[in-house]
């Protein structure tokens, strides 16, 4: 619920900011004659409408298990990742599409002073939001507000393609403001592909990564009265981990004795490794022979 609550903040000011910036972008850019600039303030207003829904999905994610899912619901973070990455490649194709459609009509003007103004202001603005949004994404292990921090990025990087181009244009180079507005669009579809696969891999049980799995080999290995690691699979869920791990214990010990050290595998994987939502341990003899 804390994650919760931190994730909501986080994505209650960056709506607010948004919303002042494509203001100011999207006014400046038809002041200004900016082609590009309009179309950067198009793309800061998408960023409002994905936030609204990484709030969606942090609201279902956070809901307890239930009787109909009684895994809990983390996996509906990758879904509503994917819905978000899908909007910043419509978005990168909006844009493209607009700047090529100037570029071949010939029909560019020269922008003003404004709208260069704007693009500074937006690059200082959501550079700061995407790592103010990625550090609380990555401290609370949210997928969907990484991928929002990233849509940040690509507006930042967009503002400064936005920049450069309105500085040749109005330097004399007019071509520069729609080529601005291209290779953006590139770079805006390149990363919602990216999120949308990263999220697609949480939600077919991809194991975790390899540094989580040795960690939980150590722990287990550590606790007293284990002989071996006979299997260990884990499995991602949303933006956190099951494991299933069966150990070998003295096979001459009670049954007390054992599942006594089956509760301290269980303890330890859970408390010490913090993506660790649950872990099953199933216990077998080792006889000596073995």
């Known amino acids: 619920m804390e994650n919760y609550k931190l994730g909501v903040k986080v994505s209650i000011i960056t709506i607010i900011v948004n919303i002042i910036l494509a203001v100011i972008k999207i006014f400046s850019g038809i002041v200004g004659k900016s082609n590009a600039m309009l179309a950067d303030g198009v793309h800061t207003l998408s960023d409002v409408l994905t936030t609204f829904v990484v709030l969606l999905g942090l609201k279902v994610s956070s809901k307890e298990a239930d009787e109909n899912h009684p895994y809990g619901h983390e ?3 990758p879904v509503f990742a994917k819905l978000l990455s899908i909007i910043l490649v419509l978005t990168g194709i909006y844009i493209g599409y607009g700047s090529l459609k100037v570029l071949i009509s010939g029909n560019i003007k020269t922008p003003g002073i404004i709208a260069l103004v704007a693009a500074l202001i937006s690059i200082v603005f959501k550079e700061g939001m995407y790592w103010y949004t990625v550090k609380t ?9 990484e991928a929002d921090a990233w849509h940040h990025r690509s507006d930042s990087l ?3 393609g936005t920049f450069i181009g309105i500085l040749g244009a109005r330097m004399g180079v007019k071509i520069l403001d729609p080529i601005a507005g291209i290779v953006v669009s590139i770079f805006v579809v390149k990363v919602g592909v990216e999120l949308y696969l990263k999220a697609t891999r949480e939600l077919v049980d991809e194991a975790a990564d390899e540094k989580t799995v040795e960690k939980i080999r150590s722990l287990t290995y550590s606790i007293k009265g284990v002989e071996e690691i006979r299997d260990l699979k884990t499995r991602v869920f949303g933006n956190r981990i099951y494991v299933d ?12 004795e054992g599942h006594n050290i089956a509760e301290e595998v ?17 216990v077998e003899p080792k006889k000596t022979q073995d």
């Open 158 to 160: 967009s503002s400064i």
């Open 75 to 77: 996996k509906y973070e």
């Open 266 to 282: 269980h303890d330890a994987i859970e408390n010490r490794v913090e993506s660790v939502k649950h872990c099953m341990v199933h």
């Open 245 to 256: 791990i069966d150990i070998a214990v003295n096979a001459f010990i009670s049954v007390e």
């Open 137 to 145: 994404a990555r401290k609370i292990k949210s997928l969907s507000l």
